[in-house]
């Protein structure tokens, strides 16, 4: 990947995107430059560099073909989760949000480290628990017009994660078998399987791992690493209360 920024601007749009996350307000895309992928994470970085909260993990998207296509990439993309994002299901105070949206999903939570080369199968020994989880997303680029390395940059449109009170094993399940039904307002209206990341959530933890490596970063005890939507995103407006049911880990609800 190869920048074609420098250092002072990926610092300057970083400081950008931090105030847009901070006052609620969207940065209208035609003052950003085009940004290539690995602008994005240099941006990114400064982004981060300017938040308070811990890191807990990651999140992982750009995981199904069609996002891919979409955004004209060929890998996924990952961005960091922080403390102050996590919380139990229930009601969500978006007020600080520009225009959420939401993506059911299966977490991983590490037990133990991982060294690459990492397989599928490795990640599965590592993790000690699956945590079904719905994905906040929220573009601080106005109107989600938004490039693969635009996406990078606004923390791969981090925003939160509202997890329910169940997790499993990894190794009691097949997490690529494991499939969601979306209601929305008590409507039906999405529908997924594990498989639909990169054929499974084990194997975009590999990548992760892989990817990082390549940073001289390394995953750790403890890192919650949100694997990839398993459906289309979800319209999440107010008023609208969203449930994601899991076929073996209960269901998941948020309201606005």
Known sequence: MTRTIDDATADRLGARLADA??????????????????????????????????????????????????LGVDAPAYGRVLADTVRSEGRLDAAALIDPKLEPELALRLGEPLDPPVTPADVLAAADAVVPVIEVVDSRIEGWELTAGSAVADNALAAGVVHGDRIGDPADRDLSLEGVV?????????????????????????????????????LSPGDLISTGSLTELIPFDPGDTVEVRFASLGSVTVSR
């Open 21 to 70: 996350a901070r006052d609620g307000t969207a940065l209208d895309p035609s003052t950003l430059p085009d940004l290539t992928v690995a602008d994005g994470y240099a941006i990114q970085r400064a982004l981060l560099d300017r938040r308070t909260a811990d890191p807990v993990g990651y999140k992982v998207g750009f995981t199904s073909p069609a996002i891919q296509d979409e």
């Open 182 to 218: 979306v209601r929305r307002n008590g409507e039906r209206v999405a529908t997924g399987v594990g498989a639909d990341v990169l054929g499974s959530p084990a194997r975009v933890v590999s990548w992760l791992a892989d990817a990082l490596a390549d940073r001289d970063e390394r």
